[in-house]
């Protein structure tokens, strides 16, 4: 939730940014915290989403030109995408994440399977659902669910940073 910490410490299993291989599974995991901004990571934004949500889907096409954007104002944003599936039947697995990453970018992203679903509280009423994240100091600044047109938080948040 809102001023939550996020630990230093979770994993997941997905693809990296800068991937040279869609076959190699990579661990991705909370390494960005960056308190004095030494690694120019300047505002995180975890978006949980859905496999089966064309809401999910949209914004992840729309996305792609927003980082895009973002990388050459060099705002310093990382957006992590983690994928899940219904928890009972089927957690979301590598191949829901290699699917998620392969069908909606086209650059670089980060994408990994969820299949706990650790990142997304249970009362959550619209997906998908995103984590704004200071990677100074590891605290949920921002929480907005549902598809975003407007990614002010996350951009302040980055300039502020910077």
């Known amino acids: 939730g809102l001023s939550e910490v996020i630990p230093d410490n979770l994993q997941w299993f997905g693809y990296k940014e800068h991937q040279e291989s869609i076959h190699a599974v990579s661990i991705v995991s909370t390494d960005w915290y960056d308190p004095k901004g030494e690694d120019g990571i300047n505002a995180v934004m ?4 859905k496999q089966e949500c064309d809401k999910c889907l949209e914004e992840a096409k729309f996305l792609q030109n927003k980082l895009s954007a973002w990388k050459s104002q060099d705002l310093g944003i990382k957006v992590i995408t983690l994928v899940i599936d219904d928890l009972m039947s089927k957690p979301a697995t590598v191949d829901t994440a ?10 670089d ?10 990142m997304l509280p249970e009362n959550v009423l619209a997906m998908p659902y995103h984590t704004i994240v200071n990677p100074r100091t590891m605290k949920v600044i921002g929480i907005q669910e549902g598809v975003v047109d407007d990614y002010k938080v996350l951009e302040d948040l980055a300039n502020v940073n910077k």
């Open 109 to 118: 992203a980060v994408v990994a399977a969820d299949p706990l679903s650790i």
């Open 98 to 107: 290699l699917k998620w990453k392969s069908s909606n970018y086209q650059v």
């Open 46 to 49: 975890i978006i949980t989403a």
